[in-house]
């Protein structure tokens, strides 16, 4: 499928073909870690908002000396790749208060950055309520102020509401994809859609649109990879790095489903286009589909990861985290207890992030969690 290439070539280095051009083209590049950022009011800016990575990374060496070893390896990827330069391609980086780890990654590298001074901060509550919700209205609206005054640029409502229909389109575009990947013959394997939705992240929003437009048209006349194949869902932390998934369908499964930060929780809730564009985006961002982060929602993150098995009809769940995220790590621990409850089989995996993962660990747990599905 011509369209599927183009979009892993998207993903097949930090770089990519799209920012170079954009680059080229004498217009800014800004980085950000964390679903939570409307990446809209960049985009209205004329700015290309580029989600932060780790990929690459095989040695954290630099970002050790910064990072103590009981940082996830994400946190250390991710400065570890800004420390040595494979990120200076960015004009700007926004960090939220996720969880401790990649605050600290910004903090580090805020502190040693001399030739990028946009570097942000956008707080987010860690409690929905309609306080909460104001107060990131106003952190929402500094941001933008911020970007103004930085950049030098004035984002008009106009502006702001064309962007949040290019990337409503987009989330549209991508469900009808999981619906595709719901059905019974799936069209891509699991880990070709989590590079696909990755592609959005590091390229024009409105040709992202385009090419997975072909891909739909592409894909709805594919031969099925997944015939016969143990359907999973994978649940968990931060996934960009795909090995696990290779892996898991090297093994004889297909992963049909997902609730991660890169996956379906960042594109199911649309923004209203019908209200003030600013604070329909700041209300969107703050009550989506929540992770482990915001307090006392584990029920409604219970009832997406439960919805999204049983539309795609999986034979089992991974519950995935990075070591020493304590955040996923509770809620994976509650996830498995009551999934198991609902005669879903569940495995609950402790893996390192990218090439530092330990693979043949990974794997054999995984094999025998696929016999445990056969019997």
């Given at each position: 499928?011509?369209?599927?290439?183009?979009?892993?070539?998207?993903?097949?280095?930090?770089?990519?073909?799209?920012?170079?051009?954009?680059?080229?083209?004498?217009?800014?590049?800004?980085?950000?870690?964390?679903?939570?950022?409307?990446?809209?009011?960049?985009?209205?800016?004329?700015?290309?908002?580029?989600?932060?990575?780790?990929?690459?990374?095989?040695?954290?060496?630099?970002?050790?000396?910064?990072?103590?070893?009981?940082?996830?390896?994400?946190?250390?990827?991710?400065?570890?790749?800004?420390?040595?330069?494979?990120?200076?391609?960015?004009?700007?980086?926004?960090?939220?208060?996720?969880?401790?780890?990649?605050?600290?990654?910004?903090?580090?590298?805020?502190?040693?950055?001399?030739?990028?001074?946009?570097?942000?901060?956008?707080?987010?509550?860690?409690?929905?309520?309609?306080?909460?919700?104001?107060?990131?209205?106003?952190?929402?609206?500094?941001?933008?102020?911020?970007?103004?005054?930085?950049?030098?640029?004035?984002?008009?409502?106009?502006?702001?509401?064309?962007?949040?229909?290019?990337?409503?389109?987009?989330?549209?575009?991508?469900?009808?994809?999981?619906?595709?990947?719901?059905?019974?013959?799936?069209?891509?394997?699991?880990?070709?859609?989590?590079?696909?939705?990755?592609?959005?992240?590091?390229?024009?929003?409105?040709?992202?649109?385009?090419?997975?437009?072909?891909?739909?048209?592409?894909?709805?006349?594919?031969?099925?990879?997944?015939?016969?194949?143990?359907?999973?869902?994978?649940?968990?932390?931060?996934?960009?790095?795909?090995?696990?998934?290779?892996?898991?369908?090297?093994?004889?499964?297909?992963?049909?489903?997902?609730?991660?930060?890169?996956?379906?929780?960042?594109?199911?809730?649309?923004?209203?286009?019908?209200?003030?564009?600013?604070?329909?985006?700041?209300?969107?961002?703050?009550?989506?589909?929540?992770?482990?982060?915001?307090?006392?929602?584990?029920?409604?993150?219970?009832?997406?990861?439960?919805?999204?098995?049983?539309?795609?009809?999986?034979?089992?769940?991974?519950?995935e985290q990075i070591k020493f995220c304590d955040l996923h790590g509770t809620d994976n621990a509650l996830l498995k207890r009551d999934l198991e409850k609902q005669n879903i089989p569940t495995l609950e995996l402790e893996r390192q992030y990218g090439t530092l993962a330990d693979a043949g660990r990974v794997?054999?747990?995984?094999?025998?969690?696929?016999?445990?599905?056969?019997?």
């Amino acid at each position: 499928m011509r369209a599927l290439d183009e979009l892993i070539k998207v993903v097949s280095d930090l770089e990519n073909d799209y920012v170079a051009k954009w680059k080229g083209e004498g217009k800014k590049v800004v980085g950000y870690v964390c679903s939570y950022l409307p990446e809209e009011i960049l985009y209205a800016a004329d700015i290309l908002p580029y989600r932060i990575t780790g990929q690459g990374c095989d040695d954290t060496s630099l970002a050790d000396t910064y990072l103590a070893r009981v940082n996830c390896t994400f946190a250390r990827c991710c400065l570890e790749n800004a420390l040595t330069g494979r990120l200076d391609f960015l004009d700007g980086a926004v960090f939220l208060n996720g969880c401790d780890h990649i605050r600290r990654a910004f903090d580090n590298w805020e502190a040693h950055e001399k030739t990028r001074p946009f570097m942000y901060i956008l707080p987010v509550p860690h409690v929905l309520s309609k306080e909460a919700g104001d107060w990131f209205l106003e952190e929402v609206a500094g941001f933008k102020q911020s970007v103004e005054n930085h950049f030098g640029i004035r984002i008009s409502d106009e502006r702001l509401s064309e962007a949040v229909a290019i990337y409503n389109e987009t989330r549209r575009l991508v469900r009808r994809l999981y619906d595709l990947q719901a059905g019974e013959n799936p069209p891509i394997k699991g880990a070709q859609m989590l590079k696909v939705l990755s592609a959005a992240t590091r390229m024009p929003k409105d040709r992202f649109n385009q090419v997975l437009t072909d891909l739909l048209e592409e894909a709805a006349k594919a031969e099925s990879p997944g015939d016969g194949r143990i359907r999973l869902l994978v649940a968990g932390s931060m996934m960009d790095d795909l090995e696990l998934v290779e892996n898991v369908e090297d093994l004889g499964a297909v992963v049909v489903a997902d609730t991660l930060c890169t996956g379906s929780r960042s594109y199911w809730d649309q923004t209203d286009e019908g209200r003030d564009p600013l604070e329909a985006l700041a209300d969107r961002y703050f009550r989506h589909v929540p992770c482990p982060r915001m307090y006392g929602q584990y029920r409604q993150r219970f009832a997406f990861v439960k919805e999204q098995a049983d539309r795609a009809n999986v034979d089992g769940v991974i519950l995935e985290q990075i070591k020493f995220c304590d955040l996923h790590g509770t809620d994976n621990a509650l996830l498995k207890r009551d999934l198991e409850k609902q005669n879903i089989p569940t495995l609950e995996l402790e893996r390192q992030y990218g090439t530092l993962a330990d693979a043949g660990r990974v794997r054999t747990r995984v094999q025998a969690f696929l016999e445990r599905i056969r019997r």
